[in-house]
């Protein structure tokens, strides 16, 4: 499909469908768009076009069509040939591009500082489709050893098994561990996360672009962890993935994702013959992108939020002599990195993890929290407005096996907490505190 096909709607047409019949042609009720600011994430949201209604409404609406009609038979053979598409506001099937859909792609292209983006029906889409794009058969990644299990099993058994791409796992603190993995020529894509799931790492993102572009390779973040927080585009990255799911929902009602990145990928990915978006067709609903694009404007408020209530809790649960791993403390050997890269006030992240040492140490104490004193509930995901806990080696990295975790440093206990801002902070702070006091013997607890 043509580059064009990320660019900026311009206009509407109201009755005729042909672009060269400018007669027929009215400029689409919109904001004036300036170029936005990559200072700030709400800034460059604020700055990037806003899509009214069909009826003037302030909101967009919602074109839950699947498919859309033209006006002179002609116009149809142009937009398959890529000469008419939605930067003009031509639309054929929603599985290509819809309107509301793309509204949202704009927004996180906005968010990103990407000159583009796609919405997808989850993250893992966004990810394989990524990497399927990136890599043909006999394809090699370099990628961290500690990512999200989804990811990490897609990498070690699928992509392996289905399309002959293998990987390499190393760790993003050693370098040299890194520059010796990357081989140039063989390697297509260095993978990783902004902030490890679950354990916390935060990766030198500028240091480890350098390191791939050196070579020709291109470098995908997953910034699921650190939306506002970091902008991994900015510090170098040509990619950057998101599941949608978690924080910029905030939810906990919506499975989504999202691929942000240069037009020209983008438009690689929506190509009729060799477009994996296209062809594997991981489609967002209309409906479902309506929804987001509301919550948007406010995720920079929530994440502040998530993020100044987790470095409270983490330092508090230190002084209580918990085993805590969060970034935002000093003390964490990722602290200083994490600081040098990311946007002013924002903080550190919304996730607190404790180290128990054991499941069933985990357990109690997560039964404890929820069942006793209600601070948070047992379950997967992040960035709800409640706290959600759960044991990552049993849950959501439980695709991995004992020596893969051993070498992520995914501890049998390790409880990771996705801190909520429902309540008021003393109140949830009391609830927990309540919980440690009816379990507090020496065997539970494991001291730093």
Known sequence: MAETQFHNVVKKRPGSDDADHDDFMVPKKQMVSFSPTWEDPVAALASARHEFGEHGGVNMSIEASATFTVMEPETMRRMFAGELGPDRDFFIYSRHFNPTVLNLSRQMAALEGTEAAYCTSSGMSAISSVLLQLCSSGGHVVASRTLYGGTHALLTHFLPRACNITTTFVDLRDIEMVKGAIVEGKTDVLY??????????????????????????????DNTFAPMVLSPARLGADVVVHSISKYISGGGDVIAGAVCGPASLLNSMMDLHQGALLLLGPTMNAKVAFELSERIPHLGLRMKEHC??????????????LKVIYPGLEDHPDHAVLKSMANKEYGYGGIVCVDMETEERANRLMNHLQNYTQFGLMAVSLGYYETLMSCSGSSTSSEMNT??????GISPGLVRMSIGYSGTLEQRWSQFDKALSRVQDSTLFPKN
Do not use: F, Q
């Open 192 to 221: 990783l996360e902004t902030v490890s799931n679950p354990t916390l790492t935060v990766a030198n993102v500028p240091e480890l672009c350098r390191i791939a572009h050196d070579k020709g390779v291109k470098v995908v973040v």
């Open 308 to 321: 100044h209530r987790a470095l409270v809790y983490a330092t508090r649960m230190k002084k209580h002599g």
């Open 403 to 408: 020596e893969e975790k051993a070498s992520a």
